[in-house]
């Protein structure tokens, strides 16, 4: 069975920092990509970042680049999103999402597995 399982949420106040992780289990997590997304209050969840299953290759939603980097250690089975500079429109619950591809994917109906998410609140 598939897991994935969402750490490192909670609150902060605006320009300060967070790293998520996502640990996987259950999939053989060096031939998925892997993405985060976010859903705000009344809004539809969004793409925030995604990373190739060999890590080299990362895209980045319009609204975090140069703020969040995604990374991954396949060794650990582990996805990570650092987000700097956090703003209070950051808020949101964040998933971390898997599929077997090799190449990034932004697009969240292409994610088989997913996360409960972990809530991140960002105080003005």
């Known amino acids: 069975q598939v897991q994935l399982v969402e750490s490192g949420g909670g609150l902060v106040q605006a320009g300060g920092s967070l790293r998520l992780s996502c640990a996987a289990s259950?999939?053989?997590?060096?031939?998925?990509?892997l993405g985060w997304f976010r859903q705000a209050p009344g809004k539809e969840r969004e793409f925030v970042a995604t990373i190739s299953a060999s890590g080299g290759s990362t895209k980045y939603a319009d609204s975090v680049k140069g703020r969040f980097t995604i990374s991954r250690d396949n060794a650990k089975n582990t996805v990570y999103l650092q987000m700097n500079s956090l703003k209070p429109e950051d808020t949101a619950v964040y998933y971390c999402?898997?599929?077997?591809?090799?190449?990034?994917?932004?697009?969240?109906?292409?994610?088989?597995?997913w996360g409960q998410g972990t809530q991140v609140t960002v105080s003005s």
């Open positions: 999402a898997a599929n077997y591809f090799w190449h990034t994917r932004p697009q969240e109906r292409e994610y088989e597995y």
């Open positions: 259950g999939l053989t997590f060096s031939s998925c990509t």
